[in-house]
């Protein structure tokens, strides 16, 4: 129940959202269209202007406002705009009539009190008028409102009408209501009622009322007519319980001709099936199949709408009577096996092609054709089919006839051989020769499961060595015949198979035993390819096999004999000293010349190799039974077989001079300033074999630079390197102390020389003239001498125990530097005292001492020239130049000055003083001197 308070405003509030909602009001200053423009090209005119409640209060309190827009022949003006206004207060500016021509605006009173003229118009002509009272208080306010304005006339449709008042003393049971068409129901708390619609096929007009006391408020709510059909196509149908005549339901609107979708129509059918209910589509329709019953007449098809809307259609049910007969035989071919069946199927149908009711009989019988089985009495099912299976024990084609009513046909089913169930497979020989060209015939036969035997089918032969037909279609007796040769010895199984119909194949085999021709050829082969010197931790034996095969390349029958030796090969420049022998050790070659006899076609026997590295060739030639070679013969010599050396050998770890890598310099004596030399090493391994090409020479110096690319030794064992004379600069220390100049295997320091001969002096060429003072903590005497280098060279080996050892050797090497000048330590010639006289025929000795300033030699190669001054005088010396060697040197040099005066000669005799004059062009400078410590008085005879 709803009450009024502060004027209303909650009523006002309420109604003006349902109206709003419902008409859609827009509250604008000018209308979206043109109120002067006529829907109708007639003259409009207003109506009906009605004010709900005339008396409202101040402040905002409403009145519903209503005219109807009607044409000069009383019909309804539709979807037009209405405008209005008011003295005082507000309306709603304009407003569109609805489908009964009715506009409705809100009014809602100012401040003042007193009498309201709201005013309707359309266009120039049409005008309406209606006052409303503006109290300050109104002493009662009724009001109603549906919440739906239109409603389908199906007598199910409704909307809910509410009665809003506004008296505190409010009495519901002195309210009145009445509509004009329609169905009212009242809610006990008085302020809600329910209309629901009439059935009806034309549009009416509700005006519903509700007074209390002197009061009254009025709505309206428009019922629209209901257009509903009914048809059935086709109208008449077979009596078969299987056809169908679709029935169809059309709801629309009787005014607008709009479809009513959504809506649920009830069918019935006096005769035949129906679905119950169905719902109308977006057309308005809804669809229901009417199926036939097995009984002929008219079945009275019902359908209802709404509350009591009813249509009818009648639909004829026919009698079903056989008319047409289809038949078919699947799969028109059979075997003759008594098991596989073919289908002999009769469809009947009636007059209108559809199948006639399940029960007719359908007779089938054999005219003619082989024994056949099957049933000859059936009936139709609910399909109009009949179907009999036939099974055939025979070949030959069977006729059958198939009769039902009136009608009758044939049809005929082949029967013939079954598929493929067995094969078997003979040949006319069990051995042949692999020669590629003997041949064995094999044939093959295929038969059904009822020993029919089987033409034009396809037989695929296979063989698991040789040559074989691998195709052959079989004949009228059902058989296929193939050819089977082969180049392989071994026994082959040959296979005959047929693919069977429902997957898979069935086969038969046989097989043929394939026998070798004579020998023919001899391959060699060795097992690994290569072999060592005995006891150098590498494998030393090999097994070598001679293969022998005929002229189709099998292997021969076993027993063949087969003989080896030992041939020289003479691109080795070593040739090994390998044994022969026979797998069980029983032959030994080259004692004996017994051959080996084959075993699956090969040969064998082991090879062990001696304690000298190289290459030789094993030959094996095949022998007759009788130990005869084969005329031509038959052998093959093999490829080198190597015998590798072994690694890099020292004997005893602990005595250098065991060693068997020995290193060499080209010039032991070299000029300090990037002067180079050649160094050569050798390496052996235990039985003084050069090691393997390739084996790697590490190197270490005190001084200078050792080039080691390519370390690694050629095929004599051999490696080149060479050294330059560089930073840094060899001292005594670093000759004994340097890191990596030890011991290789032991790491002791080489000191000067023990019992085991590791230790080694650099040599007092100067006899100790020259006191080293520069990095001479080793030998504080200062007698041995800076500028000698320690090489050493060493590679990875054995030694006797077959345990890791390094194989190594050293050299010095002396860096010569510059010439001092001083005669004590540079240059000096020692003479006879006393004894400067040099008779005829005499010589006197003079002896050159020469050093650097480490007191060493000067370098190799250098030039020593020595002449007398004056030359007028006859004197001579000898030898008047001398060559450094290649080796370390030496300081003292020796010449003899002689007396050269010859009797008689014709330039006659030159006796007097000479003095020496010595010139060394050397790396370490080039030097002319005369001699500083006497003269020689050449004799007059």
């Not at 002195?174 to 329609?182: D, R």
């Not at 006899?767 to 200062?782: E, K, L, Q, R």
């Not at 060394?920 to 410590?933: E, Q, T």
Request: net charge negative; proline share 5%; hydrophobic share 40%.
């Amino acid at each position: 129940m709803f009450r009024l308070h502060d004027h209303g405003s909650i009523i006002g509030l309420l109604l003006i959202g349902i109206l709003a909602l419902t008409f859609g009001i827009t509250c604008t200053q000018k209308s979206p269209l043109d109120p002067s423009e006529s829907l109708h090209e007639r003259a409009p005119m207003l109506v009906d202007m009605t004010a709900s409640p005339g008396t409202v209060g101040v402040n905002g309190a409403f009145s519903v406002v209503r005219v109807r827009l009607l044409d000069e022949d009383r019909a309804p003006f539709r979807n037009a705009w209405v405008r209005f206004s008011a003295s005082a207060g507000s309306v709603t500016d304009s407003a569109r009539t609805d489908t009964s021509g009715f506009a409705q605006a809100i009014y809602r009173s100012g401040q003042r009190e007193g009498t309201v003229t709201v005013t309707a118009r359309y266009g120039d002509a049409a005008v309406q008028r209606i006052q409303i009272a503006i109290v300050q208080k109104p002493d009662f306010e009724l009001v109603i409102q549906a919440e739906r304005k239109s409603l389908l006339a199906n007598g199910i449709d409704s909307t809910n009408i509410s009665i809003l008042y506004s008296a505190s003393d409010f009495d519901p049971s002195k309210l009145s209501v009445n509509t004009t068409a329609g169905r009212l129901s009242y809610s006990p708390r008085g302020d809600r009622l329910l209309l629901t619609s009439p059935v009806s096929t034309t549009d009416i007009l509700s005006v519903v009322t509700v007074s209390y006391d002197q009061y009254m408020a009025v709505d309206t709510v428009k019922f629209r007519g209901i257009w509903f059909t009914l048809e059935a196509s086709p109208d008449q149908i077979l009596a078969d319980g299987r056809s169908v005549s679709r029935v169809m339901a059309v709801l629309k609107e009787t005014s607008s001709s709009l479809a009513i979708p959504n809506q649920k129509v009830s069918f019935g059918a006096t005769l035949g099936l129906i679905p119950m209910t169905g719902q109308t589509d977006v057309r308005g329709v809804v669809e229901a199949d009417l199926t036939s019953a097995t009984t002929s007449g008219t079945s009275e098809v019902t359908a209802t709408y709404g509350a009591t809307l009813t249509r009818r259609v009648s639909v004829g049910f026919l009698p079903s009577e056989p008319t047409y007969m289809v038949v078919t035989v699947s799969p028109p071919v059979i075997p003759a096996d008594g098991t596989t069946a073919s289908t002999i199927t009769a469809v009947v149908t009636d007059f209108s092609n559809n199948p006639v009711p399940a029960g007719i009989p359908v007779t089938f019988t054999r005219l003619t054709g082989p024994n056949v089985n099957f049933q000859n009495q059936k009936q139709t099912d609910e399909n109009g089919r009949a179907s009999t299976s036939l099974t055939a024990l025979g070949l030959g084609t069977a006729v059958i006839e198939v009769v039902t009513a009136l009608l009758r046909d044939t049809v005929t089913v082949a029967c013939i051989e079954g598929p493929v169930d067995q094969v078997t497979l003979i040949t006319d020989k069990e051995e042949i020769r692999a020669d590629a060209i003997e041949t064995a015939l094999l044939t093959a036969t295929v038969q059904d499961a009822q020993g029919f035997r089987l033409a034009r089918e396809v037989v695929h032969f296979s063989a698991t060595i040789g040559n074989i037909t691998e195709t052959a279609v079989t004949d009228q007796n059902g058989t296929a015949t193939a050819r089977f040769s082969s180049g392989q010895v071994g026994s082959a199984v040959v296979t005959a198979s047929v693919a069977r119909s429902g997957g898979g194949a069935v086969s038969a085999s046989r097989t043929i035993r394939l026998t070798a021709g004579g020998p023919f050829s001899v391959n060699l082969e060795f097992n690994p390819k290569e072999i060592g010197v005995k006891e150098t931790g590498q494998n030393q034996t090999l097994e070598i096999i001679a293969t022998v095969r005929d002229g189709k390349n099998n292997i021969v029958d076993d027993s063949t004999l087969v003989r080896f030796s030992i041939i020289r090969d003479e691109a080795s420049p070593r040739h090994p000293d390998i044994s022969l022998y026979s797998i069980d050790g029983s032959i030994s070659y080259p004692i004996t010349t017994t051959p080996i006899p084959t075993v699956a076609g090969a040969a064998r026997v082991s090879c062990s190799s001696g304690i000298i590295a190289g290459s030789a060739r094993i030959r094996a030639e095949v022998l007759q039974s009788n130990g005869m070679p084969h005329h031509p013969t038959i052998q093959a010599t093999s490829t080198p077989l190597v015998v590798h050396a072994g690694p890099p050998y020292i004997e005893d770890v602990n005595d250098v001079r065991t060693s068997h890598l020995t290193i060499v310099a080209r010039r032991l004596n070299i000029w300090a300033g990037l002067d180079t030399t050649l160094l050569t090493v050798i390496v052996g391994d235990r039985y003084n074999n050069p090691v393997e090409t390739g084996t790697a020479v590490y190197f270490t110096t005190s001084g200078g630079v050792v080039t080691t690319n390519n370390s690694f030794t050629n095929e004599g064992g051999l490696l080149n390197q060479t050294i330059t004379a560089a930073n840094p600069q060899p001292t005594v220390n670093r000759f004994y102390l340097y890191e990596g100049l030890q011991d290789p295997n032991t790491g002791q320091i080489l000191e000067p020389p023990n019992q085991n001969g590791l230790g080694f002096t650099i040599p007092d060429f100067d006899d100790g003239a020259v006191i080293n003072t520069y990095d001479n903590s080793h030998d504080p005497t200062g007698r041995q001498n800076n500028g000698v280098a320690r090489i050493i060279a060493w590679a990875e080996g054995m030694d006797a125990a077959g345990r890791s050892a390094k194989a190594w050797d050293w050299l010095p090497l002396v860096f010569s530097t510059n010439i001092a000048w001083s005669d004590e330590n540079s240059l000096s010639v020692i003479a006879a005292v006393g004894d400067t006289i040099a008779f005829q025929g005499q010589n006197k000795r003079i002896t050159l001492t020469i050093w650097d300033r480490n007191g060493n030699p000067i370098a190799s190669g250098s030039r020593i020239r020595a002449e007398t001054v004056p030359t007028s005088i006859q004197a001579k010396i000898e030898p008047a130049e001398i060559i450094t060697g290649k080796d370390m040197g030496q300081v003292h040099y020796n010449f003899s000055v002689g007396n050269a005066i010859e009797i008689g000669s014709a330039g006659g005799m030159k006796p007097g003083w000479v003095s020496i004059k010595f010139t060394v062009d050397s790396p370490n400078g080039k030097i002319i001197d005369m001699l500083s410590k006497g003269q020689f008085f050449i004799a007059p005879p």
